[in-house]
């Protein structure tokens, strides 16, 4: 029975450093996968500028609102700066219908648990003419895009 005793306790030491092994073989072949996240480009193209009306115009697949003034536009982030709900444009403030922050029609914090204001994102003309995005760009409130005006 003695010699059987040994013989497991042999067996599970060498199965131990068998796994403790293979175990560290696995984590340096994990080493050449490296974690990547998949994330929407932060450029991106939105319409032709004379696509959109004077004044806040929502786009819900980015979730901003471009405003255009004459031939002026900027881009404001529809992400509320609390929580990250989406805010609504009420005529003449936004409005987070989650936790109750307003903010003006720059995107200054007026009322609620909003720590910053709505962040402006560069936005220009591509060259096939559409308005081009930058999302990982912020601007200065004030900032905007004039669009070229065409020679007669």
């Known amino acids: 029975m003695e010699t059987d005793r040994r013989t497991i306790l042999r067996w599970l030491g060498k199965g131990s450093v068998f796994a403790a092994f293979i175990a ?28 959109y009306p004077q004044g806040y115009s929502f786009n819900s697949e980015h979730r901003l609102f471009v405003v255009r003034a004459a031939n002026k536009f900027h881009v404001i982030s529809a992400i509320c700066t609390h929580l990250g709900c989406t805010v609504q444009w009420r005529g003449t403030e936004f409005d987070c219908p989650c936790h109750g922050s307003r903010f003006d029609a720059n995107g200054n914090v007026i009322a609620g648990p909003a720590p910053r204001p709505l962040p402006w994102f560069e936005v220009s003309l591509s060259p096939d003419g559409l308005l081009e995005v930058d999302s990982a760009e912020t601007v200065p409130q004030g900032s905007a895009f004039t669009t070229p005006t065409e020679k007669a």
């Open 24 to 51: 560290q073989i696995g984590a340096a072949a994990r080493a050449f996968f490296p974690n990547v996240l998949y994330e929407p480009p932060s450029t991106f193209k939105l319409e032709r500028p004379e696509d």
